[in-house]
């Protein structure tokens, strides 16, 4: 079975940045009687990090809900219904996406890395195939982390350990939208070109977790910024980042009235003018780091 690793996406546009140095904010103001706040998460960090971070844990017993990008309970319920979605369609195949040497190449990348090649992606889509190489290729570079345990989950876990509700902010086939755009001819090709440059993917996972353990917001446009060999395009990058966070910010305001809410959402959503905190202060709130 294809690996969760589809939900844990992070890209930004090019923003400006107003809001770094925390990854712990406080939302308060515009007629809320409890405050509520929102995390950044960075989704393959084992939850033992947020005994780093201060105040998370604090504000996570004050909440009265749980909010996450999308509700991960039923990860196999969630598996099966990304796994269906990427189902190769009839009338497509590998070899007609892809030209000889890359199918090869493609091929030897997925054998040396995962023990199986094309025979067996070959049923997937590239857009699945990337996310779950990737998710591999980072439990390589970091093989202490377990991807299957996110600190996402986590949080939603001690949620319904304490029986608070547990909301999304959006659903399975909302990421599968986002994250499947452009032809499967384009998804292949994108999908070599990180092949051919695992170093530097190697080299942006690895800034990115220096960014992460800093509480550096900025420094993460800042890597984003750099675009790299495989830069996403303008359609794909508004897709996965700017409009998820304005459906968000519009979303949130009437969660956080109805209880005080604990967010948990990607760590690069947060910054920027189109990030989830400049929105949320355009909404009339008052957000503040806690450090």
Known sequence: MIPVLVFFVFTLSAQSVDKSGSLLWKI????LTQPSYIFGTQHFFPP?????????????ASSQQMV??????????LGLEMQKA????????????LSEDDYRFVDEQLTALM???????GMFKPFLVNVTFLGIFYQKIFPNTNPAEPMDLWFQQQATTRAMPV????????????LSLGSLKQQAADLVCKMRNLDYVEYSEKKLH????????????????????CPWSSEQEYALNDARNKRWVEK????????????????????????????????????EAVK
């Open 48 to 60: 033992s990090f947020l005994d780093s971070v201060a105040g998370v844990k604090q504000a996570f």
């Open 28 to 31: 308060s103001g515009n007629g």
């Open 252 to 287: 949130l305001p009437a969660i956080i009235a109805d209880k005080p809410s604990f967010i948990a959402v990607g760590c690069l959503h947060l910054p920027g003018e189109q990030g989830v905190l400049a929105g949320l202060e355009r909404a009339g709130f008052t957000v």
């Open 115 to 121: 023990g199986v090649g094309l025979q067996t992606f």
């Open 210 to 229: 220096r960014i992460y353990r800093s509480a550096d917001l900025s420094g993460g446009i800042e890597l984003f910024l750099e675009k790299g060999p």
């Open 167 to 178: 909301l999304g902010l959006e659903t399975v086939q909302d990421q599968i939208n986002a």
């Open 86 to 97: 990427g189902m190769m369609p009839k009338d497509s195949t590998w070899q007609l996406l």
């Open 68 to 77: 996450g990008e999308l509700v991960m309970q039923d990860m196999m319920a």
